[in-house]
């Protein structure tokens, strides 16, 4: 089985299964889900199951973070699982209302992500032709810089076809219907006529003259209407003549009112939206540059961004420039220095290797798996992230910086949309925004990934239910071995408790045996000790092991969690499995289990406690999993102690 089915079945099962999911999209780095019930969704496990950078809920819509192997990850979800079959409203649990705002950027998110590869395809060969116009390539009146000009401006000329075949998906009416609404504006006779002004009407209305060449606004608007009308003519047209008339009457209907109607609505909207970034960002200079570089990154998590990109597209076609994306090259770049600096200061090689390549990831303008695989993970680097972007951001806003077409992506990639008289400080703000994240972080530092204790170690960033045990390995550790000094890491991350103050009285009275707690800030439980598993608790909130010198141990997650009867908890190992120090033992879902009510405190304990005479606490306060915590000496036997 390949990784891709691996992490296509581990992320099909930790979301609650088939019939939890009602709809599956995925953009760049994301699966985008929305499901039935975003509760049976197990996001703790989820975050530590090879593949999966991090999780994200933006309004209802779920997502999973995979990175670049999203396609291959969709593709393998699609051959195992066919969404979108009916289950009874009793099985899918009460539905969940999205709010207004969150309906709206579901569906501007819906209708731009498709159209991104055009908008990205054709705007890179403007931006191959603006550099040919700087450096003298080709002779701006010659066929083939003629052929290209179409080529790269065809998109963008015809994008209202476009945008209405992909709102007609979103809005659930008929796609090529859409289209045909779209033609119909754009047609070249309408044009000339809606170009040359003058009163124009239809039966007597009156048509404002409007030209509707790359507009997008008009457009959502005369498909959200034409949604309605063919579903109201589909209800009463007999069956028979649907195929007829429906389109008809749909036309009829929908081109005036879009020449009437929705053309100079939506045109007074897109210029007030375009006109007033402008405005914003001219008049405010370096702080509104500042303040929006310094949280576009916020905004990116949110999924709001997509209400910026058709205001982008709106400014570039009517002011042939525009202020916002450049921006998110400040954002990206920041985070992208951000997660540089953990590459220089992480002493976790594994960790390290992720750092370097997220951080070029992000540099190319993708910045999921940098900012949810490493910088919000450590969290001060995320607002290292922040601050480089804020730079990059004040000097963009200084300097008015523009792109002139749409390219690439947010990142390197789009360096040739900024061809023009602000190139240069362009230049500048991406390199100062990815400089100030490292600096900043590097200084800040955080707290690193614990290094592996072995080789064979594995590491919190790549958690699965390990496989089970051979019998070499089984053989590792037999069921009885001799008693020795011995010493137990930190099965968590967090701050050290003593036993005496667990709030239980059958911990903190060492009924169990004596031990040592630690309150966690991370949910993973690692192996404290080379050794083997040898309980597991049927509620997976405990995990008993024997470790290779001879504690017995329980590490027990939280009080009273039994209660819980495993939600909220993944085992990822099996009962008889030999594992070694810092191997994760199983996940939890700190937010979830605090959120029911319950203390986190986790006691760790000897129950073997007579085999030993002394313990000794290696450490207080903040602790990392895997750190030293407790040290163990063995009892002397009776004979031995005689002889002394």
């Known amino acids: 089985m390949s990784k891709h089915e691996q992490t296509a079945k581990s992320v099909l099962d930790k979301i609650g299964g088939e019939s939890n999911v009602k709809t599956m999209t995925h953009c760049m780095t994301r699966l985008r889900f929305e499901l039935r019930d975003n509760n049976k969704a197990d996001r703790a496990a989820l975050e530590n199951t090879p593949g999966v950078m991090g999780t994200n809920i933006a309004g209802t819509q779920f997502q999973v973070i995979i990175g670049n192997d999203v396609p291959k990850v969709y593709e393998e979800i699609n051959k195992i699982a ?32 498709p159209l991104l590869p ?69 047609h070249p006779d309408l044009t000339a006529l809606l170009g040359g002004g003058g009163n124009l009407n239809f039966l007597g209305l009156p048509v404002t003259s409007v030209v509707y060449s790359s507009s997008v606004i008009p457009m959502l608007l005369a ?13 009463f047209v007999p069956s028979a003549l649907k195929v007829l008339f429906v389109p008809m009457l749909t036309l009829l209907v929908i081109v005036p009112a879009t020449l009437i109607v929705f053309g100079p609505i939506g045109n007074i909207i897109g210029q007030g939206l375009a006109g007033g970034i402008s405005w914003l960002l001219d008049n405010t200079g370096i702080f509104g540059g500042l303040l929006l570089g310094g ?36 954002a990206n770049l920041g985070q992208a220095g951000a997660t540089f600096g953990v590459f220089l200061r992480s002493r976790n090689p594994q960790f390290k290797a992720l750092s370097l390549s997220t951080s070029f990831s992000a540099m190319m303008g993708i910045t999921e798996p940098a900012m949810y695989g490493v910088n919000m993970r450590l969290k001060k ?16 806003g200084l ?37 100030v994240g490292a600096v900043v972080t590097f ?42 000094n011995s010493q137990l890491s930190s099965p968590v991350t967090g701050t050290v408790k003593a036993l005496a103050d667990v709030d239980d009285v059958t911990f903190a009275g060492e009924y169990m045996g004596k031990g040592i707690a630690v309150v966690p800030t991370a949910g993973i439980i690692t192996a404290p000790a080379d050794g083997v598993v040898n309980s597991l608790a049927v509620t997976k909130h405990a995990v008993g092991m024997q470790t290779a010198d001879g504690a017995e141990l329980l590490i027990h997650v939280g009080l009273n969690t039994v209660r819980l009867k495993g939600k909220h908890f993944n085992v990822l190992v099996e009962e008889g499995q030999a594992v070694t120090l810092g191997q994760p033992l199983l996940a939890f879902d700190i937010p979830a289990i605090r959120a029911a009510g319950y203390d986190l405190t986790t006691p760790m304990i000897v129950t073997n406690t007579p085999e030993f005479e002394g313990f000794e606490a290696l450490h207080s306060g903040s602790i990392e999993a895997g750190q030293p915590l407790l040290k163990l000496d063995a009892a002397k036997p009776a004979l031995a102690a005689l002889g002394d």
């Open 82 to 113: 066919a969404f979108g079959g009916g289950s009874a409203q009793a099985e899918e649990g009460p539905k969940q209302r999205k709010n207004p705002f969150s309906a709206l950027l579901d569906i501007i998110s819906g209708i731009f992500t």
């Open 118 to 186: 055009a908008l990205a395809g054709a705007g890179m060969i403007k931006a191959l032709l603006s550099v040919s116009d700087v450096f003298g390539w080709m002779a701006t009146d010659g066929s083939t810089y003629q052929i290209l000009k179409a080529i790269g401006d065809g998109t963008f000329y015809f994008l209202p076809i476009l945008i209405a075949f992909s709102a007609a998906k979103k809005f659930g009416s008929s796609m090529f219907l859409a289209a045909a609404i779209a033609g119909a504006v754009l």
């Open 223 to 235: 498909i959200w209407a034409s949604s309605y009308v063919e579903k109201f003519f589909n209800k």
């Open 295 to 330: 949280t576009m990154s916020l905004i990116i998590m949110t999924g709001m961004h997509w209400a910026l990109v058709p205001i982008a597209i709106l400014s570039l076609a009517t002011q042939k420039y525009d202020y916002i994306l450049p921006i998110m090259f400040a």
């Open 381 to 396: 680097p995320f607002v290292s992230g922040l601050i480089g972007g804020a730079a990059g951001g004040a000097i963009y």
């Open 399 to 435: 300097f008015h910086v523009k792109i002139y077409v749409m390219a690439g992506g947010a990142g390197l990639p789009g360096i040739p949309a900024m061809i023009g008289d602000t190139f240069a400080y362009g230049m500048i703000g991406m390199a100062v925004a990815f400089v």
């Open 443 to 484: 200084i800040m530092g955080f707290q690193d990934v614990p290094v592996p204790a072995s080789e064979t170690n594995v590491s919190t960033e790549a958690v699965a239910p390990a496989a089970a045990p051979t019998e070499a390995a089984a053989a590792a550790v037999p069921a009885i071995v001799e008693i020795r």
